[in-house]
């Protein structure tokens, strides 16, 4: 039995969509999730099957506040994966969260249609998007903090 296989048998979780669909489903509400350890209080992202932290499995979703900082940021013009075709060109940011974890998310343009105005460091806030634009690409969406 190979190593896999016995952490497999420890709980392991096998199907992507069972380990990340809650996460999708909370942005289809206009909610942001994060994983929550439930034994060391760990906030984790990207979804995992074990906590980074204490290696625990007892892992569950915890709300966060949507506000962070931009950590980095592009604009992809080409080669988007397929579903992302008819976005491009548009904006992928790596917004670190105020609680802590990280994600990659899409940063909404400026009223000139430009991301421009953004700039590394910069506040930015989670926005709600439509549930039919989640189900079609479920990202997180940010746009700059005001004031
Ligand atoms: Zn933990």
Known sequence: MSVTNVLRDGGYIQ??????????????????????????????????YRCPTCFSGNLGWHQVSGAGTLATFTILRYGPPSSFDVEAPYCIGIVKLDEGPQLMCRMHPGSDGTWDHYVCEQRVNFVPADAAEVAERPAAWFSAALG
């Not at 069972?18 to 909610?31: Q, S």
């Open 15 to 48: 199907n992507a969509e069972e380990l990340t669909g809650p996460f999708g489903a909370a942005l289809a509400e206009g909610k942001l999730i994060v994983q929550r350890c439930l034994d060391c209080s760990a906030l984790i992202m990207y979804p995992k």
